[in-house]
């Protein structure tokens, strides 16, 4: 069965440094999530991406954050300059319609 | 203001001794409400979507009911290995998916 695989599945890094999250979608979809979950709190939306464009972001996905899907294989997140707010575990999730399917999740610590 | 309302936070259950969860939403025009099953330190797992009031869908020991103000999910004969967070949705304005807080089901031998 098709799955989104996500690397790394942990990342420490220090606050002010960049950090890339990457994605791989299942194959024949074609819209692209990016959510956070804050340790004890909800799913969060961040981002959704069609035709290699941003469709719809939160308040949460401001200028420190970017994406893009570099090779038309691997979808990626970024974070330009880390804060210790931004310790979570990001889910990247995928769709060729209506139901969205969630990767495994990378944990991102940052000290 | 919070769209999905999941109740209870934490259910315990003995094994064999069914119940349900419940999802209350607030949004109009709603465009689908999805289930979803997650273990600790692990993504959401996709159970079901629901369209309109009156569906229902089952798999396994679950099932899944829509009403127009709310949803519910029914265990019936729950198994330790059900044991997990459940987690109701809603789309938000476009198709991001806005999550409830979700029920902590544990499930014991």
């Known amino acids: 069965e098709p799955e989104v695989t996500q690397t790394p599945s942990h990342q420490v890094t220090q606050m002010g440094q960049e950090v890339i999250l990457r994605c791989v979608p299942i194959?024949?979809?074609?819209?692209f999530y990016w959510y956070r979950q804050i340790l004890g709190q909800k799913v969060e939306f961040l981002v959704s991406f069609y035709n290699n464009e941003i469709s719809e972001k939160s308040e949460i996905f401001d200028d420190q954050f970017s994406v893009e899907r570099p090779d038309g294989s691997n979808f990626t997140l970024k974070i330009r300059s880390t804060k210790l707010e931004d310790s979570a575990m990001y889910f990247c999730?995928?769709?060729?319609?209506?139901?969205?399917?969630f990767g495994p999740g990378t944990r991102l610590t940052v000290l | 203001e919070d769209q999905v309302t999941q109740s209870p936070e934490a259910l315990r259950l003995q094994e064999g001794e069914s119940s349900s969860l419940n999802c209350s939403y607030t949004v109009s025009g709603l465009r689908g409400l999805f289930w979803y099953r997650q273990d600790p330190g692990k993504g959401p797992e996709f159970l079901f979507t629901l369209y309109s009031a009156g569906e229902e869908k089952e798999k396994e020991r679950l099932k899944a009911t829509l009403t127009k103000k709310e949803s519910f999910l029914h265990i019936t004969a729950p198994k330790p290995e059900d044991s997990a967070t459940y987690l109701c949705?809603?789309?938000?304005?476009?198709?991001?998916?806005?999550f409830g807080k979700g029920t902590s089901l544990l499930v014991t031998p």
């Open positions: 949705a809603v789309h938000l304005s476009g198709y991001a998916l806005n």
């Open positions: 194959s024949n979809h074609l819209y």
């Open positions: 999730a995928t769709a060729g319609g209506d139901t969205q399917y």
